[in-house]
């Protein structure tokens, strides 16, 4: 069996992924998509309700402004052979008091390790917000999320930690102008290495 067999097998799998059906509120639709090709993976958080309607990762307000980040259009990010989609959680976790519950702890150690073997072409994986910078970078990453944001060249070039481009991120957006100055552009940058 080829990889790209073995990865569409994979994700039929993930898509069938019964888990932690009985805890999500809006019940299970794993949300994820990848190609033998993929050069990025982005690693998010999970989706949201409306993503969890659509089946589309990152079809939200937070994806436009991922993709104003990134510098390409809805094509270029939704073509798999470009951009791998997996967050740390599949399915939508429901509703906090402040906004979503964190991604479900069991997706991540169940399909990232076997995904990510299945996508020899990477050369780029953004990590999108806490949760992702802490399963990734471990010890390595910084005491918080905009120390780690702020160091991010010393992740390159496997990693490229970001913030979640949430609207709710406004505040951290509006208080860390650096991040538009620097980050973004490093972050195209590096992207022009990839494409």
Not at 67 to 79: A, G, I, P, Q, S
Not at 97 to 105: C, H, M, S, W
Request: glycine content about 8%; hydrophobic content about 35%.
């Amino acid at each position: 069996m080829n990889k790209t067999e073995n990865l569409s097998l994979l994700l039929q799998e993930i898509r069938a992924c019964q888990v932690c059906a009985k805890g999500l509120p809006l019940g299970v639709n794993p949300v994820v998509t990848a190609h033998q090709t993929s050069k990025v993976v982005i690693i998010g958080q999970a989706p949201g309700t409306k993503v969890h309607r659509s089946g589309i990762p990152w079809d939200d307000a937070s994806g436009n402004r991922l993709r104003t980040w990134l510098n390409v259009d809805k094509e270029t990010f939704y073509d798999t052979r470009n951009f791998a989609i997996i967050p740390m959680g599949f399915c939508y976790p429901g509703k906090g008091k402040t906004g979503d519950l964190p991604p479900r702890r069991e997706c991540a150690p169940l399909w990232h390790k076997r995904l990510l073997e299945q996508l020899p072409n990477v050369q780029l994986v953004l990590l999108i917000g806490q949760y992702a910078q802490t399963y990734y970078l471990g010890k390595s990453r910084g005491k918080n999320l905009t120390e780690t944001v702020r160091n991010y060249e010393a992740y390159l070039p496997k990693f490229f930690p970001l913030p979640h481009p949430s609207p709710r991120n406004r505040y951290w957006l509006s208080k860390n102008p650096w991040f538009d100055e620097e980050v973004i552009w490093a972050l195209r940058g590096r992207l022009s290495e990839v494409f």
